[in-house]
């Protein structure tokens, strides 16, 4: 479905998708644009079996939003802090005490995400200790916690068994393992000292909102902020065949992942974790941002603010709370967004971005890592949609 875009920005819209799409470079894609609190697109394009051309998908589909769960855990958050009159600079250790247990902690390299290689330690950090009662909330929310950006939680306990079949380890087991891990990781660096993305840090931060809600995250999340999203869909009603395949993982899993999250850390710790883990479509994210935009959610009008500007940058990295703001050089959403425009990525392929000045709110989430995560374009692709999208609506 498209609506109030001419003729000639559909066309160069579906061109640009479609390229994609026989590229290979995302064989599945969904796309919502909403303006204003009107839905412009609903659409998608590919298939789940692309060498087949096989099982079209459809709006229904859900997609692996990976990173973009960090949003859903950042509202959560954001939520309780102002229910619970909870201050950004509390530090970690209040609410998860366990984390301060291992004092000081020394720095290292951290280990590489994708080569899962340990790094060296930065020689300006060699031989420091740190007091991990200094990480506050907002380290965690602005990525300048100084933690590392990943560790192989997911080795916490065996692989998790194919989603249709029956974990003999529980979710909160494989859960309470991994808080003991994230809780015990050396730093990558002093707090305060830049921003180094952190999936650790959204571990924990998944961790804060169970603690001050009282139950579990996935709860926190379906009562707080969107009860459509979904944790482990397959185990939770949605059919293997209504979520879309990503990657043939052949290292840990030995499988095409299909209907379970494909980030390691979070399928190992049972698939509910606060960097990832969460699916949906495209429209249920766009609905997301619009009740963002709306300032809908039971959020002060403070921490809205603070939300989406500028708390930490270092160089292309421009973070406020939880949100990812836009970069002046190269950013994934395009040359024609505005300056105070924000959103969130996913490495699955996935991205919510939002500008304010147009009241524009632009779900797009593909699954480009069906051939593999070396696979290169995904950038290119959310930069030229964006553009198209702004020139559709200003034609």
């Known amino acids: 479905m498209v609506n109030g875009f001419d003729v000639d920005a559909t066309k160069q819209l579906n061109k640009i998708i479609q390229g994609a799409v026989q590229e290979r ?3 599945a894609v969904a796309l919502a644009v909403m303006q204003k609190g009107e839905l412009l697109v609903d659409s998608v394009w590919g298939y789940l079996d692309p060498n087949a051309q096989a099982y079209p998908v459809t709006t229904s589909h859900y997609f692996d939003l990976a990173s973009v769960t960090k949003l859903y855990t950042t509202v959560a958050l954001l939520t309780l802090i102002t229910r619970d009159s909870q201050v950004l600079d509390t530090p970690l250790v209040d609410i998860i005490p366990e984390f301060g247990n291992k004092s000081p902690r020394s720095i290292d390299g951290g280990q590489d995400p994708h080569s899962k290689q340990r790094q060296d ?5 060699a031989g420091q200790m740190i007091d991990p009662a200094q990480v506050t909330i907002f380290h965690l929310l602005t990525h300048t916690s100084g933690l590392p950006p990943w ?3 997911y080795t916490v306990a065996p692989a998790l068994v194919p989603p249709t079949e029956e974990d003999p380890i529980s979710q909160s087991n494989r859960w309470r393992l991994a808080v003991e891990r994230l809780c015990n990781y050396a730093f990558v660096a002093p707090p305060d000292t830049g921003v180094r993305y952190s999936d650790i840090g959204l571990m924990l931060l998944g961790e804060v909102v169970a603690r001050l809600y009282g139950q579990s995250l996935d709860r926190a999340i379906a009562n707080l902020v969107s009860s459509d999203v979904i944790f482990n869909p397959v185990k939770n009603g949605i059919s293997q065949a209504q979520t879309i395949p990503t990657e043939i993982d052949n290292t840990w899993r030995k499988r095409r992942v299909w209907g379970e999250v494909h980030d390691e850390n979070a399928c190992g710790v049972g698939g509910v974790a606060g960097h990832a883990g969460l699916f949906a479509n495209a429209r249920m994210v766009a609905e997301f941002g619009q009740r963002w935009l ?26 406020g709370l939880g949100w990812m703001l836009r970069s002046v050089n190269n950013s994934s959403a395009g040359d024609f967004f505005s300056a105070d425009s924000y959103g969130h ?8 971005w939002i500008d304010p000045q147009r009241q524009l709110v632009v779900a797009l989430l593909t699954n480009r890592v069906y ?11 959310r930069r030229a949609v964006h553009d198209a999208i702004i020139t559709g609506i200003e034609a």
């Open 371 to 381: 051939d593999g995560r070396a696979k290169i374009g995904i950038h290119a692709l």
């Open 151 to 153: 560790r192989d939680v």
């Open 25 to 27: 470079i995302a064989p």
């Open 294 to 319: 709306a300032r809908d959610y039971a959020i002060s009008d403070n921490l809205y603010k603070e939300a989406t500007t500028l708390q930490a940058q270092t160089g292309n990295e421009v973070r």
């Open 345 to 352: 990525t996913g490495f699955t392929g996935t991205s919510l």
């Open 121 to 125: 330690v930065h020689p300006e950090y």
